[in-house]
């Protein structure tokens, strides 16, 4: 079975300040790492996702996120949010094999103030 | 890019009736999938449908649930005696592959039973 973990249920940023938003997860099989986000009255989108190879991935919007194996970590992050990043932000994990289903963090809700 | 759509956008009905959620996947999409995502809470996996068939579902998809590709576009999920705790979004997905491709979310139904 797997499961995720968001550390926090809400990040306030000032605009064009970093921000990291914190992911953990728990799986016994190998899994592939996704981040999602879903903007007010609308579903949700990929940001980025993890499959293999190099740790560092690069998303959408300047968004990056680094896998961390021995930590069992992808933390998304971002140099300068904008307004517009306002959204709430799901971690997900999904397995290589054996299953259908991904699942999803309880979010993040990212809040950038001007 | 190509879109989930997903109708009504609201949807309110009585403690005990039906109700039937309609989505439109993307046309080259193999597999579909409904998540619901409770106010305040995680989104929850329902059920994945490949083949004509219900490939994988969670516990809470009990016998109340049910899932139908009546034509070649549509995929609906039926409610068939709403309780309050049922009241939430409802996602659909679709993706072209199984375990490394992304999910194309339609921008839900919200669901209110009374």
């Known amino acids: 079975a797997q499961s995720v973990t968001q550390l926090d249920s809400q990040v306030p940023v000032f605009e064009e300040a970093p921000v990291e938003l914190r992911c953990n997860y728990s799986?016994?099989?190998?899994?592939?790492l996704f981040w999602y986000v879903q903007y007010p009255n609308q579903g949700l989108q990929l940001l980025l996702k993890y499959l293999s190879g190099s740790t560092l991935v690069k998303g959408i919007n300047g968004f990056e996120a680094e896998f961390n194996k021995s930590q069992t970590s992808f933390h998304l992050r971002k140099p300068s949010v904008h307004i517009s990043d306002t959204a709430e932000y799901f971690c997900?994990?999904?397995?290589?094999?054996?299953?259908?289903?991904?699942?999803f963090g309880a979010g993040t809700r990212l809040f950038v103030k001007a | 890019e190509p879109e989930v759509t997903q109708t009504p956008s609201h949807q309110v009905t009585q403690m005990g009736q039906e109700v039937i959620l309609r989505c439109v996947p993307i046309?080259?999409?193999?597999?579909f999938y409904w998540y619901r995502q409770i106010l305040g809470q995680k989104v929850e996996f329902l059920v994945s449908?490949?083949?004509?068939?219900?490939?994988?579902k969670s516990e809470i998809f009990d016998d109340q649930f049910s899932v139908e590709r009546p034509d070649g576009s549509n995929f609906t999920l039926k409610i068939r005696s709403t309780k309050l705790e049922d009241s939430a979004m409802y996602f659909c997905a679709s993706s072209r592959g199984k375990n490394n491709e992304k999910l194309f979310f339609g921008s839900g139904t919200q669901l209110s039973v009374l």
């Open positions: 046309s080259n999409h193999l597999y």
């Open positions: 799986s016994s099989v190998s899994v592939y």
């Open positions: 449908f490949y083949n004509n068939e219900i490939s994988e």
């Open positions: 997900a994990v999904r397995p290589y094999t054996g299953g259908f289903k991904t699942i």
